[in-house]
Each structure stands twice: as structure tokens, then as C-alpha cells.
């Protein structure tokens, strides 16, 4: 196999490390972290969806998609620990509490159409908090 042969080859591998079970279960963490349509808690119902004395989004406009938060699966904790397996298995690297985020990075082990819901995931659950445009993990996440 001549040189050009391997460099094209090399273009259309698929990395590896996006198929292990911690990188899979955070894209399929992500997918169910939404459901459709526009937050029915006690207090959104009885604010008639106004979000504007609250901590932490409820109800997100992504792409001109209305979803809603599912409270039980998202906890900071819940986020931070799928988060912190996924980052270790893709990256074989610890991520630290307290550090800066880096979404980038983690957009190189998300599906595509999953990435408009990683900040506001992050940000809603109390995760992160955001920091002259930089997401700080929370210590009280952890």
C-alpha cells in the first residue's frame, strides 16, 4: 500500500474511542437529559412560564425546538459524574473539579446534533457557572 493509499485511509477511520460504553451512555444521557415541549412543573405552571426569578432554566429554545429540563435525570452531580466517565474513557484523563470546561473538547466526543444541549445542560443543572464566557465547574456539583 503506497503512502497516499494509507494517508486517504487514515481520513475515513473512525476514532475508536467514540464507541466505548462511557461515550455512548453520555450521548444517550444527553438525548433523554430534554423532554418535548415546554416545562409542566408546580412553578412554571403557576408562573405561566415565566422563568424570571428562577436560578437555573427550565424550558430551552434549541433550534427552534422547545424542550424542558428532566429535573430527575439532570441533577449537577448526575451531569457531572456521566460527564467525568465519558472524559476519562475518551480522553484517559481525570477532569478536574473546579476547572474550566472545555466544551470543545467535549464536542469532539458528542454527536453533532447533541452539541446545542451541552451548555445549556451544563448551565441549567448548576453544574457550571459561567465566567467572563468561561464554564467554571462548580464545586457543589461534585
Known amino acids: 500500500m503506497s503512502t497516499q493509499e494509507k494517508m486517504t485511509g487514515d481520513l475515513f477511520e ?27 412543573c408546580v412553578r412554571c405552571v403557576n408562573s405561566h412560564g415565566d422563568e424570571s426569578g428562577y436560578d437555573f432554566q427550565h424550558t430551552f429554545q434549541l433550534e427552534g425546538q422547545v424542550l424542558n429540563r428532566r429535573f430527575a435525570l439532570t441533577a449537577g452531580s448526575d451531569v457531572l459524574l456521566a ?7 475518551y480522553t484517559k484523563a481525570e477532569l478536574g473539579n473546579g476547572a474550566m470546561l472545555d466544551v470543545t473538547a467535549i464536542k469532539g466526543f458528542v454527536e453533532p446534533e447533541l452539541h446545542k444541549r451541552l451548555v445549556p445542560l451544563f448551565l441549567a443543572s448548576g453544574l457550571v457557572k459561567d465566567i467572563d464566557g468561561n464554564l467554571q465547574i462548580q464545586p457543589q456539583a461534585a
Do not use: H, I, M, Q
Not at 473512525?14 to 409542566?40: H, I, M, Q, W
Not at 460527564?83 to 474513557?89: D, F, I, P, Q
Open 83 to 89: 460527564l467525568k466517565k465519558a472524559w476519562l474513557s
Open 14 to 40: 473512525v476514532d475508536k474511542r467514540l464507541s466505548l460504553k462511557p461515550v455512548t451512555e453520555f450521548n444517550s444521557y444527553l438525548r433523554t437529559a430534554f423532554g418535548d415541549g415546554a416545562c409542566t
